[in-house]
């Protein structure tokens, strides 16, 4: 077993020193046609009386010995007490579990009692073993849902290249992990859609994600020290056209505030409750392990531990997975790989970095100048060092602006965004011109380098000048938290994704790897929640529609259930993240003067009215957060704002159907 791995089950790996980085190298294809007329005997043999065609040698030795020899020329796991089979993927051989148990048992059983029993009637459920490429929230609801689902079994593998957020609750360890994120009614109702098979399901899952984090539904903007506007105070009160619940108006929930470490160790505790120990465990958890190349043409993936550093060919090679999940954000390895094999003219994915950098600090006491219980925008308003000559005599002031959550336990996520950008870059992210020096960049989002650093002293004296409000009041403990962490950690930077399909062959794309927006419209984590649901709910219609059909097993065996399903996903998702897209950067290219004039208006009155006495409609940040309205409805409704005319349903169905040749999509 490599190093690093939180092995739940053991993983099945081949160690690999000749691949290429690029594409992987499945081990070779052996004849599949002596495996299927087995399985289609055996299923023959499961379902007839053990004398009617004098095959009482259903449980004699020789047939034991048979299966067994069969096992060990195609691996499998270990014999378990249900019926299951392992289907294949579509360059590799069939897989199957040892059948020999569940036939014992057949024999054993007279005719009346083999009619009566409830197993006879209920087909045994295929395993897919399914590998998801990153331990985010959308992974980890995605191995939610697949482990419980009602229609199939599931063995479920995740790599992750940081560690597991349980292990260190240290700032500086946290890896991406250190920001808060908003959950709203979309995040719960996709956590409530994990089915409940006795084990409390999505609602205890919801319970325990909102215990960590910490209810608020007021926002307050603060410029400078004196002007405070409370932009939202409470729930919004929705007009009766944007409930969910036309007859009453249903209660909304407030959105819960939690750490992604938080959110991510809550749903890794309910996962490992559910389903980890024991020999028959259907999860396996690989953090620590970078997953280095993807071969989404066999679903093959090649990880090996991150601490090494292993990008020259090397690490163990896991698979191969009836499905491949890209979850790992917006630098997606999946993804890469569908773009290195997808044919020419099928497949688009647009990134671009945005402007600006951020830098995240958690702090264990919230600011005391600050409203305790909303989230609150901070822009200075005129501070001494707020101000820097440049050359010529302009001035120009830093753009650096605070975003504090609240969080549980008395807490605070401070979220500092902004900085100077210019023509020049360095690999920070933090982007100077040739003619500055170091220090024509904000001091808060420099580069943890000697030379940008400068006097701890000079930067905490900084922050209290250019945000009296929050420092000024802070404890000296905490104020050397947030300098500490400052000076520690490297600008992040934010992108955008785009593509126009979520799915190849047998691999999807789900959050950040598939579309992000770069936190501009603070639904990035909800919508990766809703991909998680909308597959898990695809994959459940696609084998429960199946299961009634005699050659079901092959079916699956083929991939005659997944591939419809990814398809199915993609006509479903696609449009909701363009729809984001729009929302989120408003109509690309220029915009009529009349076209702009109206979208003026209409966003005046709807921060007048929100829709009340029949006037105008919610906010869009409120339709997006407290409504369950599809992106792609909300979209529509501002054709007249974005440009271009939004396509409907069918439109799009039917344009991502054509993406994929029918050569690809059957091969």
Not at 264 to 288: I, N, Q, V
Not at 458 to 464: F, G, K, M, Q, V
Not at 552 to 558: E, G, R, V, W
């Amino acid at each position: 077993m490599m190093a690093g791995a939180a092995t739940v089950d053991g993983g099945r790996a081949v160690t690999s020193r000749a691949l290429a980085p690029a594409r992987l190298r499945p081990p070779p294809r052996r004849n599949p046609i002596l495996p299927a007329l087995l399985v289609a005997a055996a299923m023959v043999l499961a379902t007839t009386p053990p004398g009617a065609f004098g095959l009482g040698l259903l449980s004699s030795s020789s047939f034991s010995s048979s299966s067994s020899s069969v096992v060990r020329r195609y691996p499998l796991p270990p014999p378990s007490s249900e019926s299951r089979f392992a289907p294949a993927s579509y360059s590799s051989p069939l897989r199957f579990s040892s059948l020999s148990s569940s036939l014992h048992a057949s024999s054993d059983e007279d005719d009346a009692s083999s009619s009566s029993s409830p197993s006879a009637s209920t087909p045994p459920r295929p395993l897919l073993e399914v590998g998801i490429v990153g331990a985010g929230p959308s992974g980890l609801l995605l191995a939610h849902r697949l482990l419980s689902s009602p229609s199939y079994a599931a063995s479920v593998t995740i790599f992750e290249s940081r560690p597991d957020p349980r292990a260190n609750t240290d700032a500086a360890a946290l890896e991406g992990r250190a920001y808060a994120l908003g959950l709203n009614g979309r995040s719960r109702a996709a956590m409530r859609s994990v089915p409940n098979n006795n084990d409390g399901g999505g609602d205890r899952l919801w319970h325990e994600v909102k215990e960590r984090g910490y209810e608020s539904d007021k926002f307050v903007l603060r410029i400078g020290t004196k002007l405070k506007l409370k932009l939202r105070d409470g729930a919004p009160k929705l007009p009766r056209g944007f409930r969910d619940d036309d007859d009453d108006e249903p209660p909304i929930e407030p959105t819960v505030l939690i750490y992604q470490s938080d959110l991510c160790a809550a749903l890794l505790d309910d996962l490992e409750r559910k389903y980890a120990g024991g020999d028959g465990s259907k999860l396996t958890l690989r953090f620590g392990e970078k997953v280095n190349g993807v071969d989404v043409d066999s679903n093959y993936v090649r990880a090996a531990p991150a601490a090494d550093g292993d990008d020259d060919g090397d690490g163990g090679l896991f698979g191969p997975f009836d499905l491949l999940a890209g979850c790992g954000g917006v630098n997606s390895p999946v993804r890469t790989a569908i773009q290195c094999s997808a044919p020419p003219g099928t497949f688009e994915c647009e990134t671009r970095l945005l402007p600006g950098s951020f830098k995240a600090v958690r702090l264990n006491n919230a600011p005391p100048g600050l409203d305790r219980d909303a989230v609150t925008l901070l822009i200075p308003g005129g501070g001494k060092k707020e101000k820097k000559k440049k050359k010529g005599g302009k001035e120009k002031g830093y753009s650096t602006t605070a975003f504090v959550e609240p969080v549980r336990d008395g807490g605070a996520c401070i979220l500092f965004a902004g900085g100077r950008r210019s023509k020049g870059g360095d690999s920070s992210g933090v982007e100077v011109e040739e003619d500055d020096d170091v220090n024509t960049i904000d001091p808060i989002l420099a580069p943890p380098h000697p030379v940008h650093r400068g006097d701890r002293g000079s930067l905490a004296l900084d922050l209290t000048e250019r945000f009296p409000l929050m420092f000024d009041t802070m404890s000296r403990d905490d104020l050397d938290a947030t300098v500490t962490q400052l000076l520690s950690q490297g600008p992040s930077r934010a992108s955008s994704v785009r593509c126009n399909a979520y799915h190849y062959r047998c691999s999807a794309l789900l959050g950040d790897a598939a579309h992000a927006t770069g936190g501009v419209s603070g639904q990035g984590v909800n919508s990766a929640f809703v991909d998680a649901q909308v597959l898990g709910d695809c994959l459940d219609e696609a084998f429960a529609d199946g299961s009634s059909s005699p050659f079901f097993f092959a079916d699956i065996a083929a991939g005659v259930n997944i591939r419809p399903a990814l398809l199915a996903y993609s006509q479903r998702q696609v449009p909701e993240g363009q729809a984001l897209y729009d929302l989120s950067f408003g109509a690309e290219g220029e915009l009529s003067v009349l076209r702009k004039l109206r979208s003026l208006l209409a966003n005046a009155r709807d921060t007048i009215f929100g829709g009340k006495f029949g006037i105008g409609r919610p906010v869009l940040q409120v339709q997006l957060s407290s409504t369950l309205r599809s992106f792609s409805d909300i979209r529509r409704v501002r054709n007249k704002y974005n440009g271009e005319k939004f396509p409907d349903q069918d439109e799009w169905a039917k344009k991502i159907s054509e993406i994929y040749p029918s050569s690809t999509a059957d091969s």
